[in-house]
């Protein structure tokens, strides 16, 4: 870009004062009401777009842009305290190529000998606090306000329980005062929790962690701050001489007491740099913290004078920042969806917008009462965010930008697809649809019934679902198995091709396995991993259908609840009749037995009780009904033997001896197994 100084047009002038106008009106909202009305990818790029007009055009610059300034005045609620070095602001970049371009940019200000490894640390998206320690106590805690002049929040520091109150030094090493800066963060569990108690109470919601960190530390009554579980980590210490490195300041900090981030790493070259960063990126959600990006530092503090800052910024660090994952459009309308249970869920119809690799056109909004709190409106344009595999989710309207004479949204009263009037239970928060009947309901069942991991029909999705079940062809899953080729010629989108491989697909699901069919009848609180268990143990769905409510109950990893619940769904005479018409349609019943293994123990019960070493009891009750075998949940007389691993169960053994039943170790378990026959 030209450096050269020419007049800007006055386009470009009614522009630059409009982003500063904006700019300073979204950095009142951010510092001053802990709130912020557009992402901060967005207010990234009016800043962007400034900086870059500012650079073509230099006489452009002036002392009050906020190019030039780091965050805002203080506000008057709180003691101005000036910084003793100002609290600057990162140069930011968002791709590793950039930083590629920063290390070059450090290497031709240094001279060709002089080198350094790297300081990588998260990039903690909270807010940043300089602490003033005297004689080892804490004397003083300031947010930035605007890099020069801060706000005392002193108070309310000290009731951060990260922060330490004294240095746990040795007397010899406190200097008189020392300064150190770090981010104050808020967990993000707490901060859902903070949330859902902000919803009860009909109160706003906070949009993200950092701006309930905010508006927890800047507060006039101490006693809230108290109440809200802040963390903190620390980064920068200053009024200590002797610490050449950024490591060892991070060391001092460490051995001071202070909470410093467990992923700092330092690494020798950008290569390594590039790695830190890609690796962090990955696991970013799962540090229970929010991060937007890694600074990376010159680890040797020698170059750090000499490398020196630019009017905003030090030179010796710079932030990458993660592709943001909130983005701002308009919400086109709020509608519910019935799911297979009937639970009604409002979600946004968004204009289509790119979030962290995807497109987003829809957005779950929850239930009824996320939608009040939240107050977002049909037109409105609201903030969207998509973190990591999570469903993408509608933070909050953009208040500014909301249209007159618009409504806040009503929950509709009937089912969208049925028009039967829509249930909300006293005490609970979400609506349902309570038609057994409801064509939405029956469209999620069948898909359910054909997903993947259930009975993985291809090509059997939902929307192929709505047509048929719009058609008359399926009412419930069973009818899948009912159908022929010839109903589906004809209908829209089908042709021979198409529907003698649909038939096919469908055929092919007949053989699944037992846990699949049961994961794929939908049973409240029987998932893939329930149904795997249940399916090894009995062996046959007429087993568990006839199996008594306690022996379910004692399955590992099944329990009170979800036995209840099994023998709920099949008690029910619909229920019933629906897998008898699976029966007809031939789909096994049977856990598969494998051909390659001999049926060593057709006829034979053996009874599992303990931990195996070489063994999970799932895997050694599979292998026994994988060899034509029973493996019940208790010792009967019908029962050959009992295979006792460690800590097995006391009631079990009693059993076996009063009823002359063998007790098998391992080793003796594994002869069995091959065998068929009692060691
Ligand atoms: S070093 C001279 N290290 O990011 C500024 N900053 O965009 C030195 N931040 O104001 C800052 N994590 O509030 C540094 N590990 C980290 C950080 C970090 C978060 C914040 C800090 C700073 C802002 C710059």
Same mark, same amino acid.
């Given at each position: 870009?030209?450096?050269?100084?020419?007049?800007?047009?006055?386009?470009?002038?009614?522009?630059?004062?409009?982003?500063?106008?904006?700019?300073?009106?979204?950095?009142?909202?951010?510092?001053?009401?802990?709130?912020?009305?557009?992402?901060?990818?967005?207010?990234?790029?009016?800043?962007?777009?400034?900086?870059?007009?500012?650079?073509?055009?230099?006489?452009?610059?002036?002392?009050?842009?906020?190019?030039?300034?780091?965050?805002?005045?203080?506000?008057?609620?709180?003691?101005?305290?000036?910084?003793?070095?100002?609290?600057?602001?990162?140069?930011?970049?968002?791709? @590793?190529?950039?930083?590629?371009?920063?290390?070059?940019?450090?290497?031709?200000?240094?001279?060709?000998?002089?080198?350094?490894?790297?300081?990588?640390?998260?990039?903690?998206?909270?807010?940043?606090?300089?602490?003033?320690?005297?004689?080892?106590?804490?004397?003083?805690?300031?947010?930035?306000?605007? !890099?020069?002049?801060?706000?005392?929040?002193?108070?309310?520091?000290?009731?951060?329980?990260?922060?330490?109150?004294?240095?746990?030094?040795?007397?010899?090493?406190?200097?008189?005062?020392?300064?150190?800066?770090?981010?104050?963060?808020?967990?993000?569990?707490?901060?859902?929790?903070?949330?859902?108690?902000?919803?009860?109470?009909?109160?706003?919601?906070?949009?993200?962690?950092?701006?309930?960190?905010?508006?927890?530390?800047?507060?006039?009554?101490?006693?809230?701050?108290?109440?809200?579980?802040?963390?903190?980590?620390?980064?920068?210490?200053?009024?200590?001489?002797?610490?050449?490195?950024?490591?060892?300041?991070?060391?001092?900090?460490?051995?001071?007491?202070?909470?410093?981030?467990?992923?700092?790493?330092?690494?020798?070259?950008?290569?390594?740099?590039?790695?830190?960063?890609?690796?962090?990126?990955?696991?970013?959600?799962?540090?229970?913290?929010?991060?937007?990006?890694?600074?990376?530092?010159?680890?040797?503090?020698?170059?750090?004078?000499?490398?020196?800052?630019?009017?905003?910024?030090?030179?010796?660090?710079?932030?990458?920042?993660?592709?943001?994952?909130?983005?701002?459009?308009?919400?086109?309308?709020?509608?519910?969806?019935?799911?297979?249970?009937?639970?009604?869920?409002?979600?946004?119809?968004?204009?289509?917008?790119?979030?962290?690799?995807?497109?987003?056109? @829809?957005?779950?909004?929850?239930?009824?009462?996320?939608?009040?709190?939240?107050?977002?409106?049909?037109?409105?344009?609201?903030?969207?965010?998509?973190?990591?595999?999570?469903?993408?989710?509608?933070? !909050?309207?953009?208040?500014?930008?909301?249209?007159?004479?618009?409504?806040?949204?009503?929950?509709?009263?009937?089912?969208?697809?049925?028009?039967?009037?829509?249930?909300?239970?006293?005490?609970?928060?979400?609506?349902?649809?309570?038609?057994?009947?409801?064509?939405?309901?029956?469209?999620?069942?069948?898909?359910?019934?054909?997903?993947?991991?259930?009975?993985?029909?291809?090509?059997?999705?939902?929307?192929?679902?709505?047509?048929?079940?719009?058609?008359?062809?399926?009412?419930?899953?069973?009818?899948?198995?009912?159908?022929?080729?010839?109903?589906?010629? !004809?209908?829209?989108?089908?042709?021979? @091709?198409?529907?003698?491989?649909?038939?096919?697909?469908?055929?092919?699901?007949?053989?699944?396995?037992?846990?699949?069919?049961?994961?794929?009848?939908?049973?409240?609180?029987?998932?893939?991993?329930?149904?795997?268990?249940?399916?090894?143990?009995?062996?046959?769905?007429?087993?568990?259908?006839?199996?008594?409510?306690?022996?379910?109950?004692?399955?590992? !990893?099944?329990?009170?609840?979800?036995?209840?619940?099994?023998?709920?769904?099949?008690?029910?005479?619909?229920?019933?009749?629906?897998?008898?018409? @699976?029966?007809?349609?031939?789909?096994?019943?049977?856990?598969?037995?494998?051909?390659?293994?001999?049926?060593?123990?057709?006829?034979?019960?053996?009874?599992?009780?303990?931990?195996?070493?070489?063994?999970?009891?799932?895997?050694?009750?599979?292998?026994?009904?994988?060899?034509?075998?029973?493996?019940?949940?208790?010792?009967?007389?019908?029962?050959?033997?009992?295979?006792?691993?460690?800590?097995?169960?006391?009631?079990?053994?009693?059993?076996?001896?009063?009823?002359?039943?063998?007790?098998?170790?391992?080793?003796?378990?594994?002869?069995?197994?091959?065998?068929?026959?009692?060691?």
């Amino acid at each position: 870009m030209s450096t050269e100084s020419n007049a800007a047009p006055e386009a470009v002038l009614a522009r630059v004062e409009e982003l500063r106008a904006l700019i300073k009106r979204y950095d009142a909202q951010y510092y001053l009401e802990s709130a912020s009305d557009i992402p901060d990818a967005d207010y990234d790029s009016l800043k962007d777009e400034l900086f870059a007009f500012e650079d073509q055009y230099p006489d452009l610059v002036q002392a009050g842009s906020p190019t030039q300034t780091v965050g805002i005045a203080p506000s008057a609620l709180f003691a101005p305290v000036r910084h003793s070095t100002p609290m600057m602001s990162l140069d930011k970049v968002t791709t @590793l190529e950039e930083i590629l371009a920063w290390g070059a940019r450090l290497q031709k200000l240094l001279a060709p000998e002089d080198g350094s490894p790297f300081d990588c640390e998260p990039k903690i998206d909270g807010l940043s606090i300089s602490l003033t320690y005297e004689r080892g106590r804490l004397t003083r805690g300031a947010t930035r306000g605007d !890099g020069r002049v801060g706000e005392d929040v002193t108070p309310n520091v000290r009731t951060v329980a990260a922060i330490a109150d004294e240095l746990a030094l040795s007397a010899n090493e406190i200097p008189e005062t020392l300064e150190i800066r770090g981010e104050v963060y808020f967990p993000v569990p707490a901060f859902e929790e903070l949330n859902r108690r902000q919803a009860e109470a009909g109160l706003r919601l906070f949009s993200n962690p950092r701006n309930a960190a905010a508006g927890s530390l800047r507060q006039k009554d101490p006693a809230v701050t108290a109440g809200r579980e802040l963390g903190a980590f620390f980064y920068q210490v200053d009024g200590v001489t002797g610490l050449p490195t950024q490591s060892g300041s991070l060391d001092l900090l460490r051995r001071a007491g202070l909470p410093v981030n467990p992923e700092t790493r330092i690494v020798p070259d950008l290569e390594a740099v590039f790695a830190y960063c890609r690796d962090l990126e990955s696991r970013r959600h799962l540090l229970g913290y929010e991060i937007d990006g890694v600074v990376v530092k010159v680890e040797d503090r020698a170059l750090h004078s000499r490398l020196g800052a630019t009017s905003h910024a030090p030179r010796w660090a710079v932030a990458y920042k993660f592709p943001p994952e909130e983005q701002s459009t308009r919400l086109e309308d709020i509608l519910v969806s019935i799911g297979r249970t009937g639970r009604a869920t409002p979600f946004a119809k968004l204009q289509p917008v790119r979030i962290a690799g995807s497109v987003v056109e @829809l957005a779950t909004l929850h239930n009824e009462d996320q939608v009040r709190v939240k107050d977002v409106r049909p037109g409105d344009t609201v903030v969207v965010r998509k973190a990591g595999d999570v469903i993408p989710e509608v933070v !909050g309207p953009v208040l500014g930008a909301r249209l007159s004479g618009s409504e806040p949204w009503r929950f509709p009263k009937t089912c969208p697809s049925c028009e039967r009037p829509l249930v909300r239970l006293e005490g609970e928060s979400d609506t349902y649809c309570i038609n057994a009947d409801c064509p939405a309901q029956r469209v999620q069942r069948i898909a359910h019934f054909a997903s993947r991991g259930a009975m993985d029909i291809e090509g059997l999705g939902e929307q192929r679902v709505a047509q048929l079940v719009e058609a008359g062809l399926l009412s419930d899953a069973a009818d899948c198995y009912h159908l022929q080729a010839s109903d589906l010629m !004809g209908l829209d989108g089908f042709g021979e @091709l198409s529907a003698t491989n649909l038939v096919a697909a469908i055929d092919d699901s007949r053989s699944r396995p037992l846990g699949n069919l049961l994961t794929a009848l939908g049973i409240r609180h029987v998932g893939g991993t329930v149904a795997a268990a249940v399916a090894s143990r009995f062996g046959s769905l007429d087993r568990l259908m006839s199996a008594p409510e306690a022996e379910l109950a004692a399955v590992e !990893g099944v329990g009170a609840v979800i036995a209840a619940s099994l023998v709920r769904y099949f008690a029910s005479e619909e229920n019933r009749a629906m897998i008898e018409r @699976l029966r007809s349609g031939g789909i096994q019943f049977e856990a598969a037995t494998d051909p390659q293994l001999s049926q060593s123990l057709v006829g034979k019960s053996v009874v599992v009780t303990g931990t195996l070493r070489g063994l999970s009891r799932e895997q050694a009750e599979a292998a026994i009904i994988s060899r034509g075998g029973k493996s019940p949940g208790s010792v009967s007389a019908k029962t050959t033997a009992v295979v006792a691993g460690d800590s097995p169960g006391a009631a079990k053994l009693t059993k076996a001896e009063a009823l002359g039943v063998r007790v098998l170790d391992e080793q003796e378990f594994v002869k069995l197994l091959e065998t068929g026959e009692l060691p």
